[in-house]
């Protein structure tokens, strides 16, 4: 005769739950930052976008956002905008590591263990490059924006600007790239 068969419930494995609740413990941290140096507050995350106020060096954050180089955040209630990620520090503002499960929380979510972090900003790789194709419609679209001549002639006229020749450098031989 056959014994018969325990049914176990089924748990997640430990270390799943341990991470989960460690990555949930550090996400509450990984929200605020201190911002390096004195720095301009943008409406947008782009540098031509209008600057809507300046935050202090020192001045404590909370991240709303991120879009590439750039960080939405909020310091009071009417300093609302964009900041490059590079003028801020996130974590810790008193320079020391976090401690306790906070550290391993930090280890996933900036790659390291403390409050230096480094940042980098996606590119275009040389495949992607490669890999381009003519785009004919994006460059009627210049062709729109161009000014002729004569426009040009009477703005440069309109702020006494003076046309000037200038030779061409001379190629250096020794530079590798062609």
Known sequence: MKAPERSTPKRPPALAL???ATLAAGAAFADSGTVLRDTP???????SS???????????????????AW??????????????IL?????????KAAGGGNQL?????????GT????????????????????PSEVAMLDDFAA????????????QLEAHQVAYLKADRRSRRK
Do not use: C
Not at 148 to 159: E, I, N, V
């Open 50 to 68: 209008e600057v809507v106020g300046k935050l202090k060096a020192r001045s404590q954050v909370e991240i709303t956002g991120r879009k590439g």
């Open 41 to 47: 507050l943008h409406s947008e995350p782009l540098g």
């Open 105 to 113: 929380a930090q280890a996933f979510l900036t790659g390291s263990s």
């Open 148 to 159: 002729s001549a004569d426009d040009a002639r009477l703005y440069a006229m309109s702020g």
């Open 71 to 84: 960080a939405g955040v909020q310091s009071g209630p009417d300093a609302n905008g964009w900041v490059r």
């Open 18 to 20: 341990a991470l989960a």
């Open 87 to 95: 003028n801020l520090r996130t974590g810790s503002s008193d320079g």
């Open 116 to 135: 230096t972090v480094s940042t980098g900003v996606k590119g275009l790789s040389p495949d992607i490059l490669r890999g381009a194709g003519s785009a």
